[in-house]
Structures are given as structure tokens and as C-alpha cells.
């Protein structure tokens, strides 16, 4: 019995195949002549989950840096923005520098650095971050703030400070800077 009903079950399942695959029994070269648009409404939509964040920084870098050592990771905005003025801090783990646009003059209506630091084996000890966010002055106006009174990370750029939010598990001898985030108007 269970058999049988195997049986009847996958019959069903082709037939079922058959005819959302052979059309409506019309005639067949009506088939040729459907819009596209149609069959690709009739397709199921592709979807995909949404990013999870930037890459997890490694776990041991293969070219150990020189100590104190701060190198820019090249990534998808590394084109679009100059940074300077890079310096590892080892009293209070840090690293900081100056970050400016190249790309254009919209406003930067976010912004995201991240640090990972290494010891002086270029094993990964920690990471760090700075984050930036601006709405514009049309943006704060319309929420009754004031408009931004401090430097703007497009035209002359801004400084920032990558610090890492739990203690590191051993010194830093070097960093790593990752642009993981930029958004523009």
C-alpha cells in the first residue's frame, strides 16, 4: 500500500511538472509568441541575504608590518579617499589619522573606519572603530538640530581616532585600516 501511494504521489508531481512546463495545452506556437515580461513574471524572484558586514580582519597577517606600522587595506572606496597622517598610539591603543574625499563633493552621510591591530608577530590582538554620521543641513534643519558645526569628511576631510571597545589580548605593535563603510549623497 505504501508503495502504490509513492507511486500515485510522484505520477501527480510529474504531471504537475508537465503541464506548469508544457503551457496550457494551447496551441504551440502561440508558446513562441508570449512576451517575456510574462515569463519572467511567472519566475520565482532571486533574492539574496543582505550583507553581514565587512570581512572579519586576519587572523595573522602573512607580511609581518614594521612596528608601528598603520597600512589602508585596499577595498571598495580605497579609490575614492585619501588618508593620511596614519599613527598607531601604544599608550592608549589607537590609530589615528586624517580621511578626506577625492572622489567628489557630495556630503558623506556616513562613514566607517576600522583598526585591527596586530602584535609584533602579526598575529591579530583586537580591532577597533570609528564611526561618522551626517545628515546634512537640510536633514538636521528638518529635525530642528543645528547644522554641523565641526569639520566635514568631504573637501578639507576630518581627523579620526580607531579605538578599539573591549581591551585588546595582547600590545600592538601595528594596524591594519579597512574603509568597511562610505556613503554619499
Known amino acids: 500500500m505504501n508503495r502504490s501511494i509513492r507511486l500515485a504521489a510522484l505520477a501527480l508531481t510529474a504531471l ?13 506556437a502561440d508558446a513562441g509568441q508570449r512576451p517575456a ?91 577597533g572603530s570609528f564611526q561618522y554620521a551626517e545628515e546634512g543641513e537640510a536633514g538636521e534643519a528638518a529635525h530642528g538640530t543645528a547644522g554641523h558645526a565641526g569639520p566635514r569628511a568631504e573637501g578639507a576631510g576630518i581627523d579620526f581616532t580607531a579605538v578599539p571597545k573591549t581591551p585588546l589580548t595582547g600590545k600592538a605593535a601595528s594596524a591594519v585600516l579597512s574603509v568597511p563603510v562610505l556613503v554619499n549623497e
Do not use: M, N
Open 37 to 127: 515580461q510574462a515569463e519572467q513574471a511567472a519566475a520565482p524572484a532571486v533574492t539574496f541575504p543582505a550583507p553581514s558586514g565587512a570581512p572579519a580582519p586576519a587572523a595573522t597577517l602573512a607580511k609581518v608590518p614594521a612596528k608601528g606600522e598603520v597600512r589602508l587595506e585596499q577595498g571598495p572606496f580605497t579609490d575614492r579617499v585619501h588618508v593620511t597622517e596614519l599613527a598607531l598610539s601604544e599608550q592608549k591603543p589607537s590609530v589615528s589619522g586624517h580621511f578626506a574625499i577625492t572622489s567628489d563633493v557630495s556630503d558623506v552621510l556616513a562613514l566607517e573606519l576600522r583598526a585591527a591591530f596586530y602584535d609584533e608577530r602579526g598575529h591579530l590582538v583586537g580591532t
Open 16 to 28: 504537475a511538472l508537465t503541464t506548469a512546463c508544457g503551457g496550457s495545452g494551447g496551441d504551440k
